[in-house]
């Protein structure tokens, strides 16, 4: 089955406890895409990478690193985590760029920082 | 990158069709409109997307005109299961562009 995956699914950390999101997808898509939602704010997007070893920043990167170097997968890392990133964090894959290609997004993985 | 606006909710019932239109006055010569539905907690889901004119598929049609500075997406006979939020995007052709939802339109359907 086609999909994007996204592990732990549910996570509660402390302030500074580095953690790394997974994702990954079995479609053999050129470009993913790490995005945050928060209540009011709608879907804002972290770091894209259109291949491998080839990343960018989004409109919220602040605190973020990505790193793109199998095709399949694109870790989110947070190096010091802090209760502004309490957040649903989604991924999300398209066969190349998203302007005249639909994105597939994993089930998002609900992130407590206290 | 051309900024979209869109209506922050809306009501309706069910069998009614819905239309929810998207305004995006700086779009470019390559750029795409695409719309997509998103339910509470999951991840959004892509459903029309479309370049000029209409565009048509089992779940929604969309319409361009001609001047493409907005775009309007039409839900047929909606349901209830048809309540959520949804999102339109203009995105470049352009290598690199960043992706911009914005707050989406909350679709609200009652009985």
């Known amino acids: 089955e086609a999909q994007v995956t996204q592990n732990p699914r549910y996570l509660i950390t402390v302030t500074g406890k580095k953690l790394t999101v997974t994702c990954s997808q079995n479609?053999?898509?050129?470009?993913m895409s790490w995005y945050r939602q928060d209540p009011g704010l709608g879907l804002r997007q972290i770091y894209y990478s259109m291949n491998v070893e080839v990343t960018d920043k989004g409109d919220v990167p602040e605190g973020y690193k990505v790193s793109r170097k199998e095709k399949r997968n694109f870790p989110l890392i947070l190096e010091s985590p802090s209760p502004n990133q309490t957040s649903l964090y989604f991924c999300?894959?398209?066969?190349?760029?998203?302007?005249?290609?639909?994105?597939?997004f994993g089930p998002g993985t609900r992130l407590t920082v206290t | 990158l051309a900024k979209t606006t869109q209506p922050i909710s809306m009501d309706s019932y069910e069998g009614q069709e819905v239309n929810i239109t998207c305004s995006h006055n700086?779009?470019?010569?390559?750029?795409?409109i695409t719309w997509y539905q998103q339910f509470p907690s999951q991840g959004p889901r892509f459903i029309i997307q479309?370049?000029?004119t209409k565009v048509t598929n089992e779940v929604a049609s969309l319409f361009i005109p001609a001047d493409r500075k907005s775009s309007t997406l039409s839900l047929p006979r909606v349901s209830l299961s048809d309540t959520a939020v949804y999102y339109c995007?203009?995105?470049?052709?352009?290598?690199?562009?960043?992706?911009?939802f914005g707050k989406g339109t909350t679709l609200s359907v009652s009985s």
């Open positions: 479309g370049y000029k």
């Open positions: 479609m053999n898509h050129e470009y």
């Open positions: 700086n779009i470019a010569t390559n750029d795409y």
């Open positions: 995007l203009v995105a470049s052709v352009q290598a690199g562009t960043a992706l911009i």
């Open positions: 999300a894959s398209s066969l190349k760029g998203w302007s005249s290609y639909e994105q597939y």
